[in-house]
């Protein structure tokens, strides 16, 4: 079983009223706050380093993460975690809304096993009107969730069927050397030593094998989109003239453009949606 995160509420006084915002909106920590602070459950669980609701939102503002009047991106999470050398990443693209026998809840109940945590974007229903981000760190005959927005139980204990039927996408937070539980000598009356470079090696190629399973080919630069995805260029383009798309880190490539833009096909292709409904022309 894994341990239980350490627990964060966005609604917080210490940190509840204070703004997450762009220009444009009005929005606080307690009212749009719920990705960074599920990120900071987990930061501070994995790391032992203090790291407050107020902390990440301040990272995901500086860092062009708060889209405006829409929470937090879902770029987000992935360039969060690195900052402090956690790996994380999107599931997949693949909405599972209305879908409890989705297999994505399989594999989610498969990493959740070997130590991984998840964050879950909900739907409407028991945990939001609109959408949610919660941290769920086990499942057995309940769903064991760290929502930063309520302290119910219907919502930190959910219900599987009504869990996975509310569940848009998921992300996933590597903590198996977090969880991992030290092996017990064998009863023999003999103690044999662990090989730790073994159990590191094994690891990494468990770790490598996730992230070719799940992570999809990420673009970094316009260049690279206008090879390969030409008839997303001209959108790829708006948004950064626009501000919209800013990269994580300031790098930028000989033109002056973004060079780590960190986009997915799925992403592209809903931006290029987005511009074609006319979204980014306001």
Request: with cysteine.
């Given at each position: 079983?894994?341990?239980?995160?350490?627990?964060?509420?966005?609604?917080?006084?210490?940190?509840?009223?204070?703004?997450?915002?762009?220009?444009?909106?009005?929005?606080?920590?307690?009212?749009?706050?719920?990705?960074?602070?599920?990120?900071?459950?987990?930061?501070?669980?994995?790391?032992?380093?203090?790291?407050?609701?107020?902390?990440?939102?301040?990272?995901?503002?500086?860092?062009?993460?708060?889209?405006?009047?829409?929470?937090?991106?879902?770029?987000?999470?992935?360039?969060?975690?690195?900052?402090?050398?956690?790996?994380?990443?999107?599931?997949?693209?693949?909405?599972?809304?209305?879908?409890?026998?989705?297999?994505?809840?399989?594999?989610?109940?498969?990493?959740?096993?070997?130590?991984?945590?998840?964050?879950?974007?909900?739907?409407?229903?028991?945990?939001?009107?609109?959408?949610?981000?919660?941290?769920?760190?086990?499942m057995d005959g309940k769903i064991r969730i760290n929502d930063p927005?309520?302290?119910?139980?219907?919502?930190?204990?959910?219900?599987?069927?009504?869990f996975f039927s509310q569940v848009n996408y998921y992300w996933w937070?590597?903590?198996?050397?977090?969880?991992?539980?030290?092996?017990?000598?064998?009863?023999?009356?003999?103690?044999?030593?662990?090989?730790?470079?073994?159990?590191?090696?094994?690891?990494?190629?468990?770790?490598?094998?996730?992230?070719?399973?799940?992570?999809?080919?990420?673009?970094?630069?316009?260049?690279?989109?206008?090879?390969?995805?030409?008839?997303?260029?001209?959108?790829?383009?708006?948004?950064?003239?626009?501000?919209?798309?800013?990269?994580?880190?300031?790098?930028?490539?000989?033109?002056?453009?973004p060079a780590d833009l960190n986009l997915t096909v799925d992403m592209?292709?809903?931006?290029?949606?987005?511009?074609?409904?006319?979204?980014?022309?306001?």
């Open positions: 079983m894994n341990k239980k995160p350490v627990s964060y509420k966005q609604y917080d006084a210490r940190w509840g009223s204070k703004p997450y915002r762009v220009p444009g909106e009005n929005s606080t920590i307690k009212s749009a706050g719920c990705g960074p602070t599920s990120a900071t459950m987990l930061i501070e669980t994995i790391t032992g380093k203090k790291y407050t609701p107020e902390d990440a939102c301040a990272w995901s503002v500086a860092h062009g993460y708060k889209a405006l009047k829409h929470g937090t991106a879902y770029a987000y999470f992935k360039p969060q975690f690195a900052a402090f050398g956690i790996e994380c990443d999107m599931l997949n693209w693949q909405k599972t809304y209305g879908k409890p026998d989705h297999q994505n809840h399989q594999r989610v109940l498969e990493l959740l096993k070997q130590g991984y945590y998840i964050i879950a974007l909900m739907g409407p229903g028991t945990w939001t009107t609109s959408g949610h981000f919660v941290v769920v760190w086990w927005a309520s302290a119910r139980t219907a919502r930190e204990n959910g219900d599987p069927k009504t937070v590597d903590a198996r050397a977090h969880n991992a539980t030290v092996p017990t000598a064998p009863d023999n009356n003999t103690k044999e030593d662990i090989d730790m470079d073994e159990v590191k090696r094994m690891i990494e190629e468990a770790k490598k094998e996730i992230l070719e399973a799940v992570a999809p080919k990420r673009y970094n630069t316009v260049a690279e989109i206008e090879k390969e995805l030409p008839w997303a260029a001209a959108t790829i383009y708006k948004m950064i003239g626009k501000g919209y798309l800013r990269g994580s880190s300031g790098k930028k490539d000989e033109a002056g453009y592209i292709r809903e931006f290029t949606i987005n511009d074609r409904a006319g979204l980014y022309d306001k």
